[in-house]
């Protein structure tokens, strides 16, 4: 197995989630971007609302089992989501109505300036990026047909447009539905601002204990979550609408960086993902 979307093929480069928890209680890093949704717990094309929040951790030295090597660190960063208030019942997401169907496309940039505040709604996006991702992400949805309704794959090319600004691949692709949803672990990825089992991580590559270049380079990188709220079935033509694409861009506040660290060039270039789960 191999963690999904990543660039390594080595069976056992994913930290169960388990070993990783605990390293974001204190993380070295944090960001939130506040965004403007749909309310997916009535039926599609539901309602815009307010209140969504994508929220960045980024933990340093965090150990590999030792099932890998002793010794083994990464830096690891976390994307987790809040839902608004409204959506939320006893601590956990409301039912989604089972017309939808959301797609969270990941993408991770260097290209950046990271000496400048983020700007969370990404408007650092020239015009033509921003109309080319509605089209590809949004506007195209289902074109692969019901085995794969999302508008991109991951590790797809980023669009030409955009890659100026994005780079080249997109990192990975989640979706979850309303059964998923029934699930406990999926839902607190979600819906819950804690890291969980579920949460989408990326990490640095393996590198020691005390890097600081591993450090520089997870906490300046932007990340960028686009979700497509969209319908699970086609709906009724009188109902039928292009679906919502919300973007949400997050980095920290820019750290200068240090000397370099002997080790880290290559760390810093083959990083790895970690989606909902490791695959088998």
């Known amino acids: 197995m ?9 069976s056992n480069t994913c930290p169960t989630r388990a070993d990783v928890q605990p390293a974001f209680e204190e ?16 039926p599609f094309p539901g309602e815009s609302i307010d209140g969504f929040q994508a929220h960045l951790r980024i933990a340093n030295d965090v150990p590999f089992p030792e099932s890998v090597e002793h010794g083994v660190f990464t830096e690891l960063a976390a994307i987790t989501y809040s839902l608004p208030e ?39 996006l020239p015009d033509e990026c921003h109309t080319d ?33 994005l780079g080249w691949i997109t990192q990975d692709v989640a979706a979850y539905r309303s059964d998923l949803l029934e699930d406990a672990d999926v839902a607190r990825a979600v819906a819950l601002e804690e890291v969980s089992q579920g949460s989408w991580m990326l990490g640095t590559g393996y590198v020691d204990a005390g890097n600081v270049t591993a450090y520089y380079a997870a906490s300046n990188r932007t990340y960028i979550a686009g979700t497509v709220f969209s319908y699970r079935f086609s709906p009724e033509e009188e109902t039928r609408q292009t679906p919502k694409l919300s973007l949400a861009c ?22 790895f993902v970690m989606g909902s789960s490791c695959g088998s």
């Not at 191999?2 to 080595?10: N, V």
């Not at 590809?136 to 955009?162: K, M, N, Q, T």
């Open 133 to 165: 991702l509605e089209a590809s992400l949004a506007e195209d949805w289902g074109i692969h047909g019901l085995e794969g309704l999302c508008g991109r794959f991951a590790l797809g090319y980023v669009l030409l447009s955009c890659q100026d600004y």
């Open 250 to 271: 997050l980095r920290p506040e820019w750290v200068e960086p240090p000397q370099p660290t002997a080790t880290a060039e290559a760390a810093s270039a083959t990083p």
């Open 2 to 10: 191999a963690c999904p979307g990543s660039t390594t093929t080595t």
């Open 86 to 124: 409204s959506m939320m019942k006893d601590g956990l997401p409301k039912a989604m109505d089972p017309s939808w169907y959301i797609c969270q496309h990941y993408m991770v940039t260097t290209k950046v300036n990271p000496t400048k505040p983020v700007d969370h709604d990404c408007g650092f």
């Open 27 to 42: 993380p070295a890093h944090t960001d939130t971007a506040t965004y403007t949704g749909v309310d997916w717990t009535k």
